[in-house]
């Protein structure tokens, strides 16, 4: 049986402050060990996000903002 929780930042950061040493590092080590931290958001491309929008009968003016905002965003500068 497998049961899913939410759980927010502020109640994971509640519990590993009750941990002692050796646990914190084992969370740590198994934090390491899984590359959680090296997950990457994966961004759509512009154009696509841009025909979704465009299928919603968005006003052009919202589109042209909307392209120029994400093409300015710091998640599509690379």
Avoid: C, W
Avoid at 37 to 53: E, G, T
């Amino acid at each position: 049986m497998q049961i899913a929780v939410d759980i927010s930042l502020p109640n994971i950061l509640q519990l590993i402050s009750k941990m002692n040493l050796d646990e914190i590092e084992e969370v740590k080590n198994t934090i390491v060990k899984r590359e959680i931290y090296f997950k990457k958001f994966k961004k759509d491309d512009i154009h696509n996000i841009m025909n979704d929008f465009k299928e919603k009968d968005y006003s052009t003016d919202f589109l042209a903002e909307l392209e120029s905002g994400l093409k300015k965003s710091s998640i599509y500068e690379n």
